[in-house]
Nanobody
C-alpha cells in the first residue's frame, strides 16, 4: 500500500506565494519522477511540473519562471514553490509519484487527493 498526501494549499492574493508539499509513504521500492498536475473548475487536469530522480526539472510554459520544484529523495517528498501567483493559477493541485513496489516491475503513478489553491483578492 502506498499513500501520497499533499499539504499547503490555501487562499492567497495575486502576486503572493504559496508552497505545496507532498509525501509518499508505504511499501515503496523505488521512486522515479515526482510532480504536480492541477485542475481548474470546468477544465481538464493539466501538467504543472515534474522532477526526476536525478533532479532534472520540467515545467509547463504557464508557470515557467514563477514556480520551482524540489524533492528530498531520502524522505520521499516533493515540494512546489509557487511565486507571483495569478488568479488563473486557481485550481486543485494534485501530486503524483512514479514508483515501483518491487525490483524489475514497471513504474506506476500514484496520486494524492488534491489540495485547493485559490488566488484571489
Amino acid at each position: 500500500q502506498v499513500q501520497v498526501v499533499e499539504s499547503g494549499g490555501g487562499l492567497v492574493q495575486p502576486g503572493g506565494s504559496l508552497r505545496l508539499d507532498c509525501a509518499a509513504s508505504g511499501s515503496i521500492f523505488s521512486i522515479f519522477a515526482m510532480g504536480w498536475y492541477r485542475q481548474a473548475p470546468g477544465k481538464q487536469r493539466e501538467f504543472v511540473a515534474r522532477i526526476t530522480s536525478g533532479g532534472s526539472t520540467h515545467f509547463a510554459d504557464s508557470v515557467k519562471g514563477r514556480f520551482a520544484i524540489s524533492r528530498d529523495n531520502a524522505k520521499n517528498t516533493v515540494s512546489l514553490q509557487m511565486n507571483s501567483l495569478k488568479p488563473e493559477d486557481t485550481a486543485v493541485y494534485y501530486c503524483y509519484v512514479d514508483l515501483t513496489l518491487s525490483a524489475g516491475t514497471v513504474p506506476v503513478d500514484y496520486w494524492g487527493q488534491g489540495t485547493q489553491v485559490t488566488v484571489s483578492s
